[in-house]
């Protein structure tokens, strides 16, 4: 499968269009407005979201609840354009509507992406950089996400974002008895975060830096459960699923790193700690005794639980003034309040719960064939009696 998004953020709209979902898996638009709800919520986001209320509307590729295999065209409307139709229009102004509607952007924000893009597309209206860098665009991505869920939820395969950290604030340790109960308690929570204790703590840090003009990062975890064995390839670079969901990870807005299993910690510990032990049990077949390498071994997953974890830099659009230049006049300024997220750490787990599962559906359709949904059970099924009888 293969998608690509289109949209700015106080544009009209965001639209993705995804090739190759296979045909006859039923899609309904609640399957994904139920993620695109998720990802509004959660605590620390500034009133932009009050203002959406995001709702995707299938334009192609279903038919009668259910996919043809044509390409499925996924359309979020943004509630906000009707405060920017004038500064967002497509057609060019007259001298008297530039001289109404344009305040040209000329102030970089240190740590967003206007100063690198202005000069690389020399735009002297960083608004034309702003508008498509802004994180709005991951509302289409998690609504492809949340296709690429429908996929794996007919396997059996669940996949849910939560958040471990926010600033210095961490959960405690946690045991997973299962994915449902993962997704049900972080939905109860305005941080998405299992530890309620944590999560008091974690909305006392976000109300600390919003108070002081600040913003607050985090880290956020995806873990996948019911995976075969074998998705991803050791053969070549680019096969490797691990890497492909580190990209996929690095690509979200503000993310500054990724790591599977135990990561970094990996690198301090002796191999006698890390690498986990083969099992076998007649008619189940092999196992791993702990899953400390987060579900990967050699670029393919190995039927544990996949863990990866994505650190969420803060927000770089402050309250508090920090120093930076005027494009036109060369002149430092300290930046000007304009309106923002405080922390949105609780909206990235939802996002990052979507790039991991587009990158697992891929895999498995390269695995499994990706034309229809019966071709693909007969061929999944097929697999797990050779991988029990292995
Ligand atoms: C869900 C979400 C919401 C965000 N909200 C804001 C925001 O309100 N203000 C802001 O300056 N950056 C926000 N960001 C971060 C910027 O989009 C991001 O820092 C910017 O695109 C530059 O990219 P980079 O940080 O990856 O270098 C948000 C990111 C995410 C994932
Ligand atoms: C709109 C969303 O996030 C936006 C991401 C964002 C940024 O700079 O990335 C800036 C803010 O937009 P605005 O300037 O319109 O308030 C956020 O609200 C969203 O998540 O749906």
Redesign the pocket.
Same mark, same amino acid.
């Given at each position: 499968m293969r998608f690509l998004t289109a949209g700015e #953020?106080?544009g009209p709209q965001l639209t993705a269009i995804i090739e190759g979902v296979p045909s006859q898996l039923p899609l309904t638009e609640e399957d994904i407005n139920y993620h695109l709800q998720r990802r509004q919520k959660g605590y620390g986001r500034?009133r =932009?979201?009050q203002i @959406?209320k995001d709702q995707v509307r299938i334009t192609s590729g279903v038919r009668h609840g259910k996919t043809t295999g044509a390409p499925i065209t996924l359309i979020v409307e943004n509630n906000?354009w009707k405060h920017w139709d004038k500064i967002m229009g497509v057609a060019p102004l007259s001298e008297d509507e530039e001289k109404e509607v344009k305040r040209k952007i000329t102030r970089p924000r240190p740590g967003?992406a206007d100063l690198n893009g202005a000069i690389k597309y020399r735009h002297r209206d960083m608004r034309n950089v702003?508008e498509r860098s #802004?994180? =709005?665009e !991951? !509302?289409v991505r998690v609504a492809v996400g949340a296709v690429a869920q429908v996929l794996l939820e007919v396997f059996g395969i669940e996949v849910c974002g939560h958040v471990l950290e926010i600033g210095h604030v961490k959960t405690g340790n946690l045991t997973y008895e299962s994915i449902k109960s993962l997704k049900e308690k972080t939905e109860a929570s305005e941080v998405r975060c299992l530890d309620p204790e944590a999560s008091e703590k974690m909305m006392w840090a976000i109300d600390d830096a919003k108070n002081n003009g600040d913003s607050i990062g985090g880290i956020v975890e995806v873990v996948a459960v019911n995976l075969p064995v074998g998705l991803g390839s050791h053969v070549q670079y680019d096969r490797k699923l691990d890497g492909k969901i580190a990209q996929g990870v690095m690509s979200i807005?503000a993310f500054k790193g990724v790591e599977v299993g135990l990561g970094f910690e990996a690198a301090r510990m002796l191999g006698s700690n890390v690498h986990d032990e083969i099992t076998y049990l007649e008619g189940q077949g092999f196992s791993r005794r702990t899953n400390r390498l987060g579900g990967f071994e050699g670029g393919m997953t190995n039927g544990m639980p996949v863990i990866v974890r994505g650190a969420m830099k803060p927000i770089p !659009?402050l309250y508090k003034p920090l120093q930076s230049v005027d494009i036109e006049t060369k002149e430092p300024f300290s930046a000007s309040i @304009?309106?923002?997220?405080s922390c949105a750490v609780p909206?990235a787990a939802v996002v990052c719960e979507g790039v991991v599962a587009w990158e697992l559906a891929n895999a498995f359709l390269e695995k499994f064939g990706s034309d229809t949904i019966e071709d693909i059970v007969d061929n999944y099924n097929n697999y797990n009696i050779k991988v029990r009888d292995f």
């Open positions: #953020s106080h500034g =932009r979201m @959406e906000d967003h702003l #802004s994180a =709005r !991951t !509302t807005n !659009t @304009e309106r923002s997220d909206a």
